[in-house]
């Protein structure tokens, strides 16, 4: 199983990125999909989450209203926008595989860790103020 999120850099304060995760290797659609973030010193801290079939998303507090996940089946990939960036959103950000075993099981969009099953690499993510 691979996950390859792409698409960080350096942005001001009130710029956008958009980030990507492309994913082999897993039935993509039977996962739930989360993001995650990492700043230096800190946890490991969720973002977001999405429904196997994208019809639902969860989202942290501090990121709601900012932020957006949505995810193309076809392609195997998730996406995360993000908007109206602040100097503390500056963190590696990681996708994450949470594989549902049933297929009409509801989808608990969980912000645990420990309830996802694969991880990607991390893409940086820094802004500037």
């Known amino acids: 199983v691979q996950l390859q999120a792409c698409g960080g850099g350096l942005v001001q304060a009130g710029g956008s990125l958009r980030l990507s995760c492309a994913a082999s290797?897993?039935?993509?659609?039977?996962?739930?999909m989360g993001w995650f973030r990492q700043a230096p010193g800190k946890e490991r801290e969720f973002v977001g989450a999405?429904?196997?079939?994208?019809?639902?998303?969860n989202y942290a507090d501090s990121v709601k209203g900012r932020f957006t996940i949505s995810r193309d089946n076809a392609k195997n990939t998730v996406y995360l926008q993000m908007n109206s960036l602040k100097p503390e959103d500056t963190a590696v950000y990681y996708c994450?595989?949470?594989?549902?075993?049933?297929?009409?099981?509801?989808?608990?969009?969980?912000?645990?860790?420990?309830?996802?099953?694969?991880w990607g690499q991390g893409t940086q993510v820094t802004v500037s103020s």
């Open positions: 994450a595989a949470d594989y549902k075993r049933f297929s009409g099981s509801y989808d608990r969009l969980s912000g645990d860790i420990n309830e996802y099953d694969y």
């Open positions: 999405i429904t196997r079939n994208g019809d639902r998303t």
């Open positions: 290797g897993l039935t993509f659609s039977s996962n739930v």
